[in-house]
């Protein structure tokens, strides 16, 4: 069976910098991958093109067997593919339970008829009854998914997530993203800034999530975190792929090791893609 | 030829005033990130003090010229220490919004002190012409010319070989960075100031000496000339904004050549609107994306609203309704009559700028497109107002919307300056359409409103009808920002980017907001016309679009109710005491000011 996300020869340049080099991978269904590497080494550009938020010199992006290289943001997220953001961007003047209604946007389907934009208006102007019951039924979903979060989201739901701590942003941005649904969620360093105890939770419940059959594509700079979750591994550095195995085969290949304490070569130029 | 010639020279000369005008706009923007929306009050002072040094102090030319810079220069230093330095690290929208302000203020301080008549400024040249193919070159020309090279190359030298200067450069590229190395960016701001406002001061004289004519409403275009040159250019690039000025020149001078004078700045806007959808980063701004900063465009505090209790809404809605019935005076009627009407602009404004924070400073361009259906349909056609009404709000929402479009993928400044041009063409063309819109003449003799042959045209019913319009859209803006449509709004508003990646179609719910406001707007202008019962291409001019925002940041941005208090206090406070009309700009400009620096939440707050 052909993987749920395949990537092949993909390649983004920034003026001279190659951010991502003809970049290979993919991702069952089902699996946990990790893109791992030093920082610069295009993980967070490949997110960008993969997300439809930047646009690729060449390659390709098949996802369930379609090219989706080309398409808008929009219409990758509504093929169920959500993210996250490396640092964090969630909607800061809305509650938290908005922000998570948001990530179920394209599930809307009273609320959004097929007959366009005016009639989209004029039934949200109506509310009709059908709209209404779709709201409440997302509602309910939303405060589930929060729930996830144990304490940290729930007694917050009508706080304005300007309001929320930073570690708490990062799991509102990934409820959000799992309020649409996704076939395949794409996390950018989730416990970036977390301390050790908030990490150790987020794990457990990246784990469940594996453990629930979601696909994840993960870029995360916590190795041993990286090691335990993940059912491969793909190592990045300058844009190409150096590395990629089960995550014991990664961490012992002598390309890795020199990948993240330093290149064999003293003063040797290292481009500086925009992560 | 040689009249090729002629308007070749001519647009040469216009474009060396613009570049006066446009390189200190680039300064400005370059290492302040803001459209300087004062810099053509700048200017206008700068044209009246060389006047007035012309005219009482018999100056000669380069003495008026030195009077003029320094009192620019220190005019400009003034702003940026008074009214731009408290609002570092505000939202980057709220300094343009002070400047805007200032620009107010400064016009009706022009008006008030040298009245609103235009003057003359004596040149004083001699009146020799040299022939040059079939056309000529006039001293007037050659002074332009000068000036303008000379001060370009002072203004070069001291980018390049000053210790200042170099700190500009720092400063320009990366305000943080330099202030780490120790670059006081602070005096490099003020310094700017001075200098953009010393090369704007003696564009203004020049202007003023070339046609020997000077007024304080010259002010406005003036800005709005040089923010077109800047874009042209690149905004914040100075070589940039030479070029695109001697391209406007140009373009007016042949566009005036080809199709008559009261075209000319419709090709500047037109230009304008041009670059920002195809080249918004101007010709030698590089290709650079325009990064998606979260929040940058929108003027939203975070603020906690303040919640009316619903029985005191409906109480005073109730009263609202009963007032007439206490209130005989026909003057208090009409005078909340205005600001009902007023109330339905600002309440679109707080929707598509608030909600969705797409700054828009064209909403009397909807006004005027409502006002114009509706009465044409009316006169022209015979239409019962009871139809045209409804058809002119539908006219509003679908022109005004088709007119944005092009615009729904700028952000922050970009939108506010596109819809501004937007605004400004749609009173040209209303200006120059003549067959179909009466042209400078206007529309006369429009019907009074009108149902199965009864007409409202009593104080009392007209307040009523208005009030339950404006009643009956904030409740429709209420359901619609409860909505998911509301949710959606907001939330592309915060973070387009991250809108996107959860499936939000961005211009779809953009094009949403812009024609429900469309509606509410172009139904204002169409009863507006029908109560006037004249109209021409200046009733709904880019003034209005600012009040409309001065509205809504006074209640809050977003604020539904916010929008009808900000209404009533801006239409109703300075009628009821009976200020005369340049003072209320001059305190619609104090207001804003004062808004913008202590409560930029307004009276009710953001939501």
Redesign the interface.
């Known amino acids: 069976m052909a993987a749920l996300l395949q990537v092949r020869a993909l390649t983004r340049r920034f003026g001279g910098v190659t951010a991502v080099d003809a970049l290979d991978f993919e991702v069952a269904e089902g699996e946990l991958v990790s893109l791992i590497g030093p920082n610069g080494a295009g993980k967070t550009t490949t997110f960008n093109l993969v ?3 930047d646009r690729a010199a060449s390659g390709e992006v098949l996802f369930d067997g379609r090219r989706i290289e080309r398409l ?3 219409k990758i ?2 093929l169920r593919i ?2 996250t ?1 490396q640092h964090g ?6 509650s938290v339970l ?2 998570v ?3 179920a ?2 599930r ?1 389907k009273a ?2 008829p097929k007959l366009g ?2 009639a ?2 004029l039934v ?2 109506v ?1 009709p009854r059908g ?1 209404r019951e779709e ?1 409440a039924q997302l509602v309910e979903d939303a405060k589930a998914i929060l729930a996830r979060f144990g304490d940290r989201l729930t007694p917050r739901l009508d706080h ?1 997530a ?1 309001s929320l701590s930073y570690a708490n942003r990062r799991r509102l941005e990934i409820a ?2 799992l309020a ?1 649904r996704p076939r395949l969620l794409m996390l950018d360093e989730p416990t970036a800034g977390m301390n050790p105890t908030e990490t150790a939770e987020m794990e457990a419940i990246i784990g469940d999530l594996k453990r629930s059959g979601l696909t994840i594509l993960l870029i995360e700079h916590k190795l041993d975190m990286v090691m335990r979750l993940s059912d491969r591994v793909y190592v990045l550095d300058d844009g190409k792929r150096i590395a990629a195995g089960r995550p014991a085969e990664v961490r012992d290949d002598p390309a890795v090791i020199e990948a993240y304490l330093g290149h064999s070569r003293i003063g040797e130029t290292r481009a500086e893609a925009a992560e | 030829m040689g009249s090729f010639l002629d308007y070749t020279v001519n647009g040469l000369v216009i474009g060396d005033v613009y570049a006066l005008l446009a390189v200190g706009l680039a300064l400005i923007f370059g290492v302040a990130n803001l459209v300087n929306f004062a810099h053509g009050s700048v200017y206008t002072i700068g044209a009246y003090v060389g006047w007035a040094a012309i005219t009482y102090l018999h100056t000669p030319f380069p003495v008026t010229l030195a009077i003029v810079a320094l009192a620019c220069a220190a005019l400009g230093a003034l702003i940026e220490r008074l009214a731009l330095r408290p609002l570092q690290g505000r939202a980057r929208i709220a300094p343009l919004l002070a400047t805007i302000g200032l620009s107010f203020v400064l016009d009706q301080l022009v008006q008030l002190v040298c009245s609103p008549n235009p003057r003359a400024v004596p040149a004083e040249l001699p009146d020799w012409r040299i022939p040059i193919g079939g056309g000529s070159i006039g001293p007037m020309d050659l002074l332009i010319a000068f000036v303008s090279l000379t001060s370009a190359g002072l203004l070069y030298g001291f980018l390049r070989f000053t210790k200042l200067g170099y700190a500009v450069r720092a400063t320009a590229q990366d305000r943080e960075a330099a202030r780490q190395m120790g670059v006081n960016v602070d005096a490099v701001n003020s310094a700017v100031f001075a200098i953009a406002s010393a090369l704007g001061g003696i564009s203004g004289l020049l202007v003023g000496m070339y046609y020997n004519h000077i007024d304080p409403g010259m002010s406005f275009q003036a800005t709005l000339k040089g923010v077109v040159a800047v874009v042209i250019g690149g905004i914040g690039n100075v070589p940039g904004a030479i070029v695109g000025s001697l391209i406007l020149g140009l373009t007016e001078s042949y566009g005036i050549a080809l199709f008559g004078t009261t075209y000319r700045n419709l090709f500047a806007f037109a230009l304008l609107i041009l670059f920002l959808v195809l080249l918004p980063n101007g010709l030698f701004g590089g290709r650079k994306v325009i990064d998606a900063e ?2 940058t465009g929108s003027f ?1 505090a ?1 603020s906690r609203a303040l919640k009316l209790p619903a029985p005191l809404i409906a109480a005073l809605t109730v009263a609202a309704f009963a007032l007439p019935f206490f209130a005989t005076s026909p003057y208090l009627l009409q005078v909340l009559t205005n600001a009902w009407l007023a109330a339905l602009v600002a309440l679109s404004l707080t929707l598509v700028s608030g909600t969705a924070g797409q700054m828009s400073f064209g909403q009397a361009a909807l006004m005027a497109i409502g006002a114009y259906a509706s009465a044409l349909l009316a006169t022209d056609y015979g239409v019962s107002p009871l139809l045209s009404v409804p058809v002119a709000g539908l006219a509003a929402a679908l022109i005004g919307t088709a007119l944005v479009f092009p615009a729904f993928r700028l952000r922050g400044h970009y939108i506010a300056i596109a819809t501004l041009a937007i605004g400004e063409i749609v009173g040209l063309v209303i200006l120059n359409w003549e067959s179909f819109t009466h042209g400078a003449l206007g529309v006369t003799g429009i019907p009074p409103l009108s149902a199965f042959g009864y007409e409202v045209t009593s104080a009392r019913a007209v307040y009523w009808l208005c009030l339950a319009l404006l009643v009956a859209f904030a409740l ?1 803006q209420m ?2 920002i409860n ?3 509301g ?2 709004l ?2 592309l ?3 387009e ?10 211009s ?1 719910y953009k ?2 907001a812009f ?2 406001a469309g509606f509410g707007a172009g139904v204002s202008g169409a009863i507006s016309a029908h109560l006037f019962s004249y109209l021409n291409n200046q009733t709904f001019d880019s003034q209005l679009s600012l009040l409309a925002v001065t509205m809504a940041i006074l209640g809050g941005m977003g604020n539904i109710l916010g929008a009808i208090l900000g209404a009533v206090v801006l239409v109703g406070l300075p009628e009821a005491f009976r200020f005369a009309a340049e003072y209320r700009i001059l305190i619609y400009g104090v207001v804003l000011l004062l808004l913008v620096r202590f409560r930029p939440q307004g009276l009710l707050g ?1 939501v």
């Not at chain 1, 961007?89 to 809305?94: D, H, Q, T």
Request: net charge positive.
């Open positions: 997300s439809g938020l808008a943001a929009e997220a509504a959500a993210r953001f961007r969630v909607f800061a003047n809305l908005d922000n209604l948001i990530g946007h394209t809307l609320a959004r934009p005016i989209e208006l949200a102007l509310g709209v709201q304005p300007y959000r993203a649409l | 979260p929040l939203i975070p429709l359901r619609l909505s998911h449509i949710r959606t907001k939330a508003r915060d973070d980017v991250a809108a996107r990646s959860h499936g939000v179609e961005i779809r094009a949403i024609g429900f953001t």
